[in-house]
């Protein structure tokens, strides 16, 4: 069964430092996401990707974070300059089309020192 | 793990029993939710879903309940099993916006009693 896949599943990093959290969807998928979960509480989306822009984001979702498909198959998060509250569990998901089902990664928990 | 905090609503049942897992939600244009099952240190994993033009949907051992009158989710499952045990969010999806994203709720932590 086809399954979103994400790498690294830890990243610890220093405050400051720039991270890539990488993320390859279903294949056949055309609608992308990343949310975010910070330990002990809900899900919070981050910003959805579609035809090759952003189609929505969050407030959360600032100038220090970028996303990008560098090709057909990756679908990347990078955080440019990373702060201690940006230690979370990070998911992708992808979607083959509008409303259908949500697919999610299984996660990169990144700690920030 | 990951998605339990002392915060979280907890439902302990014995195996064998009926679990229902209850969710409000908070946009009266949401018209797609979805039931997620989230183990330890995993992602999200899909349940079942329901649009808003049903009020009742059966899968394998869950059947997902909407009310929207009251913007009342719930998810039931049968003949629970200690596999069941996770957290379980419901999520929602608003036409509007146009980026599909998803709204979680708070999360419901299910613990199944041998």
């Known amino acids: 069964e086809p399954e979103v896949t994400q790498t690294p599943s830890h990243q610890v990093t220093q405050m400051g430092q720039e991270v890539i959290l990488r993320c390859v969807p279903i294949?056949?998928?055309?609608?992308f996401y990343w949310y975010r979960q910070i330990l002990g509480q809900k899900v919070e989306f981050l910003v959805s990707?579609?035809?090759?822009?952003?189609?929505?984001k969050s407030e959360i979702f600032d100038d220090q974070f970028s996303v990008e498909r560098p090709d057909g198959s990756n679908f990347t998060l990078k955080i440019r300059s990373t702060k201690l509250e940006d230690s979370a569990m990070y998911f992708c998901?992808?979607?083959?089309?509008?409303?259908?089902?949500?697919?999610f990664g299984p996660g990169t928990r990144l700690l920030v020192l | 793990g990951e998605s339990v905090g002392l915060h979280l609503p907890t439902l302990s049942v014995q195996e064998g029993d009926n679990s229902i897992i209850n969710c409000a939600y908070s946009n009266s244009a949401s018209d797609y939710f979805i039931w997620y099952k989230q183990e330890s240190g995993k992602g999200p994993q899909f349940i079942i879903d329901i649009r808003s033009n049903m009020d009742k949907r059966q899968g394998q051992r869950v059947t997902v309940l909407l009310n929207k009158t009251v913007k009342h989710l719930s998810l039931q499952i049968a003949a629970t099993q200690p596999g069941d045990s996770a957290v379980y969010f419901c999520?929602?999806?608003?036409?509007?916006?146009?980026?599909?994203?998803?709204?979680f709720g708070t999360g419901t932590q299910l613990k199944v009693e041998l």
């Open positions: 294949s056949n998928h055309l609608y």
């Open positions: 998901a992808s979607m083959s089309g509008p409303q259908e089902t949500q697919y």
């Open positions: 990707f579609y035809n090759n822009e952003i189609s929505e």
């Open positions: 999520a929602e999806n608003p036409l509007t916006g146009g980026g599909n994203k998803l709204t």
